[in-house]
């Protein structure tokens, strides 16, 4: 498996590498280039966690809100539900449990919060080191090579626009 923030493939390669966390219902998936590495690694993480029994997992929605990603998905039996709490740098995940967790589901959960906090540290446009900033009421975690260098500079919103990646984009 690859470090948290090395891997660089396009949403392409990651759909026809892991097609199984692809198929099925979702709301929309919202690639970045500066997370994709996150991205990546996360799939990889749970593909290696569910070995041959997939689960019928697959993403339902990936997105940005906050300044950070939001990874939500599907697996069958799931026995907790997990929802993000709060904004800002320190989002918090509760589980409510329905029963005993199975500890497939709740390492899964742990995954994916990691690359959610992971988010919230790189730049969305670079992969860089970052900070969530607040621009006129969006809150965007961008390096300081793509922060904005004045109250009246929107350059960041075209840096994250050029950033979200189509299924060809490298």
Not at 18 to 33: D, K, Q, T, V
Not at 104 to 132: F, H, Q, Y
């Amino acid at each position: 498996m690859s470090d948290i923030r090395s891997s660089r493939q396009s949403p392409r390669a990651l759909k026809a590498r892991f097609a199984y966390m692809f198929e099925g219902a979702n709301l929309g998936l919202a690639f970045y280039r500066g997370w994709m590495p996150i991205v990546v690694w996360a799939c990889e993480e749970i593909d290696a966690l569910l070995g041959d029994d997939k689960r019928n997992f697959h993403w339902t929605q990936i997105k940005e809100k906050f300044g950070g990603a939001r990874l939500y998905y599907a697996i069958d039996s799931a026995s907790a539900v997990a929802a993000e709490v709060g904004t800002g740098k320190r989002p918090m995940t509760v589980v409510v449990d329905r029963g005993p967790v199975d500890p497939v589901i709740r390492t899964g959960a742990d995954i994916v919060r990691k690359a959610t906090s992971t988010t919230l540290t790189a730049c969305i446009v670079c992969g860089a080191a970052a900070e969530p900033r607040s621009y006129g009421g969006y809150v965007v975690t961008v390096c300081d090579g793509h922060r904005t260098k004045g109250t009246n500079d929107d350059s960041w919103l075209a840096d994250v626009r050029d950033a979200c990646l189509e299924d060809d984009d490298a």
